[in-house]
């Protein structure tokens, strides 16, 4: 499975981004699917995904400011970023797991948020 993320990049405090992310398979073929961050020196924390009953789940951070969805025709994961703050400042991953529960990571894209 290849996941290929794009969209990161500088934004100011208050900003939007939107990021996207490309699977080689069907994104409604897996368990689940959903971003996750990475904070230097810290390990990857949960952004949003989609559980596998297909139901959109959040981290408490993020909840309110974040939405995940699924573009259908495109096959494309995106994840909308609203009231950007500087404490969401990290690399930005998708995921997608297999109902094998294998898990399959894109390379990352770096969100700044910074004036």
């Known amino acids: 499975v290849q996941l290929q993320a794009s969209g990161g990049g500088l934004v100011q405090p208050g900003g939007s981004l939107r990021l996207s992310c490309a699977a080689s398979k069907i994104f409604f073929s897996f368990k689940q699917v959903g971003w996750y961050r990475q904070f230097p020196g810290k390990q990857r924390e949960l952004v949003a995904l989609y559980t596998d009953d297909r139901r959109p789940s959040y981290g408490p951070s993020v909840k309110g400011r974040f939405t995940i969805s699924i573009d259908v025709d495109k096959n494309i994961l995106d994840l909308q970023m609203n009231l950007l703050t500087p404490e969401d400042t990290a690399v930005y991953y998708c995921?997608?797991?297999?109902?094998?529960?294998?898990?399959?990571w894109g390379q990352g894209t770096l969100v700044t948020v910074s004036s």
């Open positions: 995921n997608a797991r297999l109902w094998t529960n294998e898990d399959n």
